[in-house]
Nanobody, 115 residues
Framework: QVQFVESGGGLVQAGGSLRLSCTASGTIFSLFGWGWYRQAPGKERELVASISRNGNTVQADSVKGRFTVSRENAKNTVYLQMNNLKPEDTGFYYC?????????WGRGTQVTVSS
């Protein structure tokens, strides 16, 4: 069973930066694309950015130019570098496969951006 451990969240002022990490176990990490998802209070979970097994990346329009997704197969880890954070980026951030079918979700890491 695939398990995810997300980390790196925190409280930051608008305009600040955070780097999230997600380490996966129970899978052959290099064979899959991975995505970062966020769930804001009262909203559905949405895709923020994804990276394919070949390293191609996709970002949601709301984060283009600010967020960068990367991966390190040797460490079974996918990263999300978040710059110029905005209050609307607040939420829980999770990683999972880049597209359905998804595996069990981890606990996520909380990001709070103050104005």
């Amino acid at each position: 069973q695939v398990q995810f451990v997300e980390s790196g969240g925190g409280l930051v002022q608008a305009g600040g930066s955070l780097r999230l990490s997600c380490t996966a176990s129970g899978t052959i990490f290099s064979l899959f694309g991975w995505g970062w998802y966020r769930q804001a209070p009262g909203k559905e979970r949405e895709l923020v950015a994804s990276i394919s097994r070949n390293g191609n990346t996709v970002q949601a329009d709301s984060v283009k130019g600010r967020f960068t997704v990367s991966r390190e197969n040797a460490k079974n880890t996918v990263y999300l570098q978040m710059n110029n954070l905005k209050p609307e980026d607040t939420g829980f951030y999770y990683c999972n496969r880049g597209a359905p079918p998804f595996t069990a979700w981890g606990r996520g890491t909380q990001v709070t951006v103050s104005s």
